[in-house]
Each structure stands twice: as structure tokens, then as C-alpha cells.
């Protein structure tokens, strides 16, 4: 008898390590996104691939409301390059993408 218990609870316990586990809805760490853009806090997502979790986790951190994401000028002279995007105001965060769907830039407005 105790073995069939033995059997059932691991059994069980197999079960639910299999399971796939749910992705937690992205919050702020403080737990309130003010709404004025600041890119400084997400810089280190330039390069990664702009899934919907990594675009929704740079809206939170850089406290924007809204996100944007556009395609990319490849070429090396794009406004990214050239320093003149905005890096912080405004209460959206636009993402450029390149052709791989990598995040290219980032900028408020």
C-alpha cells in the first residue's frame, strides 16, 4: 500500500514539472510607469530580438505608456547613428528594428 502512494505522489509531482509554466504579465519594479520616457534604463536591450516580451519589458523600464516599433534604416547614417534621437520625454518609446527583427535604436517620442 505504501508503495502505491509512493508511486501516485511521484507520479503526480512528474506531472506538474512538465507543465508549462505561465509568463508573468511584465510590471514596473517600483510598480508605477510615470509616462515620461527615458531610454537610459533600457539601452542594453539594442541588439536583442524585438519579441513581444522584450518590446513590452522596454516600455515598462524606460515608464512609458506607449511603444512604437518601426523598421530601421540599415544604412550607417540613420538618426540613431547620428546622436539626434531623443533619450528621454514624451510618453511614447519607438524601437527601430533592423532586418532581422533585432532592436537597431531606441528613442522617446
Known amino acids: 500500500m505504501y508503495r502505491m502512494l509512493v508511486i501516485a505522489c511521484f507520479s503526480a509531482f512528474a506531472a506538474t514539472a512538465c507543465s508549462t509554466a ?10 508605477v510607469i510615470s509616462g515620461q520616457c527615458h531610454t537610459d534604463m533600457v539601452r542594453g536591450a539594442v541588439g536583442l530580438a524585438a519579441s513581444p516580451d522584450t518590446v513590452q519589458r ?12 518601426v523598421r530601421g534604416n540599415d544604412s550607417p547614417d540613420t538618426s540613431a547613428s547620428m546622436g ?3 533619450s528621454s520625454g514624451g510618453e511614447r518609446l519607438t524601437i527601430e528594428v533592423g532586418r532581422t527583427n533585432n532592436i537597431t ?3 522617446c517620442g
Not at 22 to 31: E, F, N, Y
Request: net charge negative.
Open 22 to 31: 505561465q509568463v508573468a504579465q511584465v510590471q514596473p519594479i517600483d510598480g
Open 58 to 69: 522596454a516600455r515598462v523600464d524606460s515608464d512609458s505608456l506607449q511603444v512604437a516599433v
Open 105 to 107: 535604436a531606441m528613442r
Open 84 to 86: 539626434t534621437q531623443a
